[in-house]
């Protein structure tokens, strides 16, 4: 299993060091998103999650994960709300090719992916 690490990213909330995570459970900031949206968030997670590739948290509740509807990898911060994205059907998120969302800040993210130890 591995643990992705973000750096020099123009968006302060998604720098940190993210977690696997169980890909059927549904991260926090993507149910808000969800709700806002009169959505039901587990089943709007089933149609975008493949259910199998894990999905990464930062303590304070920014996320990554893989979106099988469009094939990207997407960087969200705590509330949800999308900030990069990268196209990859990779099963780990890319390290580069990332590209910011309108009204995200510059420079855009390097992630390393570090094995977890223990």
């Known amino acids: 299993m591995a643990k992705v690490r973000i750096t020099g990213a123009g968006e302060p909330d ?4 993210y977690e696997p995570r169980d890909p059927t459970k549904v ?3 993507f149910a808000a998103t969800c709700q806002k949206m009169f959505w039901d968030p587990k089943d709007t997670w089933i149609q ?12 304070n509740g920014s996320y990554i994960y893989w979106n099988k509807s469009d094939g990207r990898w997407w960087i969200d911060g705590p509330s949800g709300a ?6 990859s059907k990779d ?3 890319p ?7 309108q009204g995200s800040k510059a420079p855009l993210p390097t992630l390393k992916i570090e094995e977890i130890i223990g």
């Open 14 to 17: 998604v720098v940190g060091v």
């Open 27 to 29: 991260p926090a900031g």
């Open 82 to 87: 999308g900030v990069y994205i990268a196209a």
């Open 48 to 59: 975008l999650s493949d259910q199998k590739r894990p999905w990464f948290e930062m303590d």
């Open 91 to 93: 099963e780990l998120p």
């Open 95 to 101: 390290t580069t090719g990332w590209r910011a969302l």
